[in-house]
T-cell receptor, first 113, second 109 residues
C-alpha cells in the first residue's frame, strides 16, 4: 500500500499559468481533503471531496481554484492564472470514512515566479 | 482566537531530555491528531486519539476530553526528533480539520 501519493513534489509556474496538483488516495479510501500551508503559517482546510462529489469547499478561494475527484483517477486541485500569493505547500489527505483514519501525502510545493 | 492552540511555539532541548508539547482546543471533536513535519518534508501522522493515552516507541500522547487538552511527550529525545509537531482536531460536526500553528522542536546533541 503506497500511501497517499501527491505529484508533483515541486511545481514552478509563472504568473498567469495554470497549476494542476494531483492526489492519489490510499487504496480503499474514498474521502479526500486538500489543505494549504502558506509560508510561516499553519495548515488550512480547503476542500473535502468524495468520489465525484464536492462535500465541503468552504476553505477554497472563490476564484481561480477548483477541485475534483473523478470516479477514476486521482483528485485534482487546479489553480488558474496563478499569482505569487498562491506559492505554498498543498497537502492532500485521505480517509476510508469521514472523520477517521486520515493519512497525509507528502505535499506539493508550488512556487509562482 | 484559533480553535486549536499549541505551546510552546519553539522548543530547544538537549539530547536525552524529556519533552512535552501541549495542545488545547475549544470545539467539539471526534478525534485529535498529532502530526510531525520535517523541514521541506511531508506530514506524518503520529497519533489519532479520542480518549486516554497512546504510546509508540518513545512517543506518548494523552488526551483529557473534559479539559479539552492533549499532550505529546517524547522520552529520551534525539536530534532526529527535530521537527515541527502539529496538533489537529477533526470536528464532531462538519468535515474540517483545525490545525494548531505547530511547535518547532530542535534537539541538540
Amino acid at each position: 500500500n503506497a500511501g497517499v501519493m501527491q505529484n508533483p513534489r515541486h511545481l514552478v509556474r509563472r504568473r498567469g499559468q495554470e497549476a494542476r496538483l494531483r492526489c492519489s488516495p490510499m487504496k480503499g479510501h474514498s474521502h479526500v481533503y486538500w489543505y494549504r500551508q502558506l509560508p510561516e503559517e499553519g495548515l488550512k482546510f480547503m476542500v473535502y471531496l468524495q468520489k465525484e462529489n464536492i462535500i465541503d469547499e468552504s476553505g477554497m478561494p472563490k476564484e481561480r481554484f477548483s477541485a475534483e475527484f473523478p470516479k477514476e483517477g486521482p483528485s485534482i486541485l487546479r489553480i488558474q492564472q496563478v499569482v505569487r500569493g498562491d506559492s505554498a505547500a498543498y497537502f492532500c489527505a485521505s480517509s476510508p470514512t469521514q472523520g477517521y483514519g486520515y493519512t497525509f501525502g507528502s505535499g506539493t510545493r508550488l512556487t509562482v515566479v | 482566537k484559533n480553535e486549536v492552540e499549541q505551546s510552546p511555539q519553539n522548543l530547544t532541548a538537549q539530547e536525552g531530555e524529556f519533552i512535552t508539547i501541549n495542545c488545547s482546543y475549544s470545539v467539539g471533536i471526534s478525534a485529535l491528531h498529532w502530526l510531525q513535519q520535517h523541514p521541506g518534508g511531508g506530514i506524518v501522522s503520529l497519533f489519532m486519539l479520542s480518549s486516554g493515552k497512546k504510546k509508540h516507541g518513545r512517543l506518548i500522547a494523552t488526551i483529557n476530553i473534559q479539559e479539552k487538552h492533549s499532550s505529546l511527550h517524547i522520552t529520551a529525545s534525539h536530534p532526529r526528533d527535530s521537527a515541527v509537531y502539529i496538533c489537529a482536531v477533526s470536528r464532531d460536526t462538519g468535515n474540517q480539520f483545525y490545525f494548531g500553528t505547530g511547535t518547532s522542536l530542535t534537539v541538540i546533541p
